[in-house]
Each structure stands twice: as structure tokens, then as C-alpha cells.
């Protein structure tokens, strides 16, 4: 079955950390040249947050997150970490992994490819 499946969301306080991870069926992965995260926060428009280009190396990220969360590509696996530190209220939101097979990383109508979500709840 094609699909992306995210895992690690949950319920922290401010200023600690979670490790997303969003591993891709074999026929999405192979198609795929950007695997990303994406998040929506009740009563907000869905938003990116980070995606990384899986064929050739490279990691871009929205600016609300820059030097507090870390996109990698575990290279062995299908699988996209994103490892979240420094987390703050607004970043409490349900995370979305998404595939594309091409396009400008960050921008969400170019992935053809999402998952269920993943809650994180970020406490004051």
C-alpha cells in the first residue's frame, strides 16, 4: 500500500524536544525527490515546516523554526526525522509528512503524497 506514516508526536512542555519520523512506502520513496513536513494548527492554514531533498542532500526550512529543528534523511531506511528542540506553544499543531517528485521544496502543491498526521501538543 502507498503511503507515508508518521510517528513520535506527543505532549511536552516548553523548551523540550521530540523526534518526529515519517517512514514512505517503497513505490512512494522511489518516485520521490522531496520528503517534508508539513503542520496545521487548529484554526490555521496548514504551513510548511521543513523538507529535504532525498536525491541530492539538502535540508530547507520555514523561518519560524530555523536553528531549533533538524530535517535528516536516514539513508538506510525510507524514512525523514525531524528532530524538534526549543519547542514553544505556537508550535503545537497536528505534523504532516508529504512526498513530491519534484517542484520547489516548500511549497505545498507540489506534494502529491501526505500522511494521517501526528499530534504535538506544546505546553507553556
Known amino acids: 500500500q502507498d503511503r507515508l506514516v508518521e510517528s513520535g508526536g506527543g505532549s511536552v512542555q516548553a523548551g523540550e524536544s521530540l523526534r518526529l519520523s515519517c517512514e514512505a512506502s517503497?513505490?512512494?520513496?522511489?518516485?520521490?525527490?522531496?520528503i517534508s513536513w508539513f503542520r496545521q494548527a487548529p484554526g490555521k492554514e496548514r504551513e510548511v515546516v521543513a523538507a529535504?531533498?532525498?536525491?541530492?542532500?539538502?535540508?530547507y526550512y520555514a523561518d519560524s523554526v530555523k536553528g531549533r529543528f533538524t530535517i535528516s534523511h536516514d539513508g538506510a531506511r525510507t524514512t525523514v526525522n525531524l528532530e524538534m528542540d526549543g519547542l514553544k506553544a505556537d508550535d503545537t499543531a497536528t505534523y504532516y509528512c508529504?512526498?513530491?517528485?519534484?517542484?520547489?521544496?516548500?511549497?505545498?502543491?507540489?506534494?502529491?503524497?501526505w500522511g494521517q498526521g501526528t499530534v504535538v501538543t506544546v505546553s507553556p
Open positions: 508529504a512526498a513530491a517528485p519534484a517542484g520547489i521544496p516548500l511549497l505545498a502543491m507540489y506534494y502529491h503524497w
Open positions: 517503497a513505490n512512494i520513496y522511489v518516485v520521490s525527490k522531496y
Open positions: 529535504f531533498n532525498i536525491r541530492d542532500p539538502a535540508a
